[in-house]
């Protein structure tokens, strides 16, 4: 994964995970551009090839082998990846607008979103039909009417797609074809089965040359599919279809593949949008009404070049658009991207058989599959398979030399760059740090008497009569580039002491790392990492009260957490308070060493990260408030010294022994895989020396989990020992309140002669 060497001076901002933007990726990890930073907003951390996804559906291919992993191209090229859905754009301050996040600034905008199928003016087809795209949704349905066929053994089940073009015929014979089949497979009749294709069109590929035309309308019937033609639907009811020639089409699932349109916040954007909605462009892939974005792919209108939305066209702009946009930042002239005018396109029909089309020509047969096969798996191989990159330019005192900067970026550029004297403490400059906080929306609270809202040279909290104050602190570095997921979980991993020994988060105190740059850059980059902590900590009843910010070389963040319980201990949740018969408890899967460790090296999957962080940015708040309520004699959150480490810190004190199940242990996807690669932390190995706790050791170093339970988490679940009556209750309990991963992992035993405290079954 690639680290920048140069200080940011300039951003891009890529929206969508579209065909384009995976070239610009794969372009730019090949070539990085100093002094400039990639940030990719998607809501998916795979993209589909749409040219694979009609193998997909047939079961040629798996979901993997039909999905580009975002998050490892994004880490190949150096660039940050936000899982979020877009919005919209403010022009005028030039960020774009996420649900779930900040505002994200950009210097120049890229838009390659796909399309959607036309929907709105049909009646109950946004209640009761599925559009392909965007296909993550899509695939949902798909899923779930797979399920329903594999049940299926007596009634007619009718199939509809609307829309006869190319990825509609491809659709629906893949879907016939695999659907047949597994009932076939459970030895049903494929008969019960009805497919439907419809088209307001008078020939299904209307835009392909007859040859192709006539080839498929023969496959087509050959396959006992039913084609309506001249058949514009205009409304969709439950069980079936009504067009406006009055010809009403039976249908109990609808697959809807017309004529797309364009997102429809773009509408709100200002942007000049074509009468479907696209972003229309000039030949450099520029939106012409503003010079700073950029659009590829079906999103984009050229307006001298009127293209069908291909996937050809995408894949195709990938090149240039990656040159336009390094061009941009340089302040170079752009290049002019120029389509072709006739392009090759293979089709599918399900079951390994495949049409070529091309202008005037139509060739077919199953080599034309295997050719097609050969050619999809050659591109995916590019989004997977990472050559050598070029090295980015060591670190100099020289601003980066071709980047289009203004005088005052260059000296600021130039103070980055310098050595640090370290005399000022590395300090952040005071007007930076405070346009950063004060956009901050931080909690008030009253026992906080001087605190952020009213700052001085520190913070004075009240101790209310009859409490004690807890006191706890944590800090490390960013192992994520998404500075506001960074800023949760590390808020969410410093108030887990806290949760665990059963107090009140009060107040807390930030200590932050952030590496020198742009004035705008630094600022951006503190108040997205603090946005997403301030969230954390005020959904927990916990006042940011101040902080230190510095520069280095990372980017890290910590907090000193204070906590408010009974002075009597009345409560109190502690390590020591194990007893023999209770049974051991864990709230969160583990595996987040070894995960990110992986993802370090490129060899996680992205939906194996995504897991991960959402299982670190969930609270332990309301899991410690149950399992007191479940009478909970012992507690405390997993963290860096792994399970094993913090299970021996809890029967020391408790004088009693462990038995711990490996099978139980409820992991995080992906872990397994990762560990059995040998790619593990770098705090394992210190932590694999308590191996020595373990009193069958031998019996258990060759079990594909036994490494997982040295592995260090961040943000970790709670783990406790609950009396055996109510463990039960306790389990389902938290499975209830969202700890749904929430296992009984051993139980605790009387102490025995042997000098290990901890035995390992199966």
């Not at 150096?78 to 979020?84: I, N, Q």
């Not at 406006?244 to 593949?257: H, I, Q, S």
Request: aromatic letters at 6%; one cysteine or more.
């Amino acid at each position: 994964m690639q680290k920048p060497t140069q200080p940011i001076a300039r951003d891009i901002v890529l929206i969508g995970g579209g065909h384009s933007h995976v070239g610009v990726l794969k372009r730019w990890g090949m070539q990085p551009e100093p002094g400039v930073r990639l940030t990719v907003i998607c809501t998916d951390v795979h993209t589909p090839y749409s040219g694979m996804l009609p193998g997909y559906i047939a079961d040629h291919y798996s979901y993997d082998e039909v999905h580009i992993d975002l998050a490892r191209l994004a880490g190949f090229a150096g660039a940050r990846l936000y899982c979020d859905e877009v919005t919209g754009i403010d022009r005028a301050a030039q960020k774009v607008l996420c649900s779930n996040r900040p505002p994200v600034p950009y210097d120049f905008l890229s838009i390659n979103i796909g399309s959607t199928p036309r929907l709105n003016g049909v009646a109950g087809a946004a209640a009761h039909a599925t559009p392909v795209k965007p296909i993550t949704r899509f695939n949902a349905r798909w899923l779930a009417l797979l399920a329903r066929v594999q049940q299926h053994t007596h009634g007619l089940l009718r199939v509809a797609v609307v829309g006869a073009g190319a990825g509609g015929v491809e659709l629906i014979l893949s879907m016939q074809y695999r659907l047949r089949q597994e009932l076939q497979t459970r030895g049903h009749n494929p008969n019960l089965l009805e497919f439907h294709i419809l088209s307001a069109s008078d020939s299904v590929l209307p835009t392909h040359n007859p040859r192709v035309r006539h080839k498929f309308a023969r496959v087509l019937a050959e396959r006992g599919v039913q084609v309506h033609l001249k058949c514009d639907v205009i409304e969709v009811q439950p069980g079936q279809l009504r067009c406006a020639n009055g010809t009403l089409v039976p249908a109990d699932e609808t697959m809807w593949v017309t004529q797309a349109v364009g997102a429809p916040w773009l509408q709100s954007t200002g942007l000049a949008l074509n009468d479907g909605g696209f972003i229309r462009v000039n030949d450099q892939l520029q939106s012409v009404s503003d010079g700073r974005i950029f659009a590829a792919g079906d999103i984009a209108a050229m307006d001298q070049h009127p293209l069908e939305k291909a996937g050809v066209f995408a894949v195709r702009m990938g090149p240039p658009l990656a040159d336009n946009l390094r061009l941009s930042v340089r302040g170079q002239a752009l290049k002019a991207y120029h389509p072709q005018s006739k392009w090759l396109a293979l089709i599918s029909t399900g079951d390994k058989f495949a049409v070529a089309s091309r202008g005037a020509l139509g060739f077919w047969g199953p080599w034309v599959w295997r050719w097609k096969d050969h050619i999809d798996r050659s591109f995916m191989r590019k989004f997977s398979e990472f050559g050598v990159m070029q090295s980015q330019p060591a670190a100099s005192t020289n601003v980066p030399s071709q980047l289009a900067l203004n005088p005052q970026e260059s000296l600021q550029a130039l103070s980055a760059l310098a050595m640090r004297c370290g005399g000022c403490g590395a300090k952040v400059g005071a007007t930076v740090l405070s346009r950063a906080l004060g956009q901050l929306q931080v909690l008030n609270r009253p026992d906080v008497l001087i605190g952020l809202n009213d700052p001085d040279d520190a913070a004075v909290v009240r101790v209310p009569a009859g409490k004690a104050l807890v006191h706890s602190v944590d800090f490390f570095r960013a192992f994520v580039d998404d500075p506001y997921l960074f800023g949760k979980v590390a808020a969410n991993h410093a108030l887990g002491d806290i949760f665990a020994m059963g107090a009140e988060p009060q107040s807390a105190t930030a200590i932050a790392t952030v590496p020198p740059g742009l004035e705008a850059k630094v600022e951006d980059l503190l108040f997205q990492m603090m946005c997403g902590a301030v969230e954390v900590l005020n959904a927990a009843g916990c006042a940011l009260v101040g902080g230190h910010t510095g520069e280095g070389s990372e980017l890290a963040l910590g907090f000193a957490v204070n906590g408010l319980l009974d002075e009597h201990l009345v409560g109190v949740t502690r390590k020591s308070g194990m007893q023999a018969g209770d049974m051991l408890i864990l709230t969160k899967p583990i595996g987040t060493g070894t995960l990110f460790a992986a993802h370090a090296r490129l060899a996680a999957r992205g939906r194996w990260i995504d897991a991960a962080l959402q299982s670190m940015v969930q609270s332990n708040q309301l899991g410690a408030q149950c399992l007191r309520e479940f009478g909970a004699t012992a507690c405390t959150d997993l963290t860096g010294f792994g399970l094993l480490g913090h299970l021996v810190e809890m029967t020391k004190p408790s004088g009693v022994d462990a038995e711990l199940v490996l099978s139980a242990l409820p992991l995080l996807e992906g872990a397994e895989e990762t560990v059995a690669a040998g790619i593990v932390s770098s705090l394992q190995p210190a932590n694999a020396r308590l191996r020595r706790a373990l009193r069958n050791l031998a019996q258990f170093a060759k079990h594909p989990r036994y490494p997982l339970i040295f592995d260090p988490q961040t943000a970790g679940g709670l783990l406790a020992s609950v009396p055996a009556h109510n463990v039960n209750g306790c389990v389902l309990a938290l499975k209830k309140l969202g700890y749904v991963h929430t296992a009984i992992i051993g139980r605790i035993v009387a102490q025995g002669e042997a000098i290990e405290p901890v035995l390992l079954l199966n």
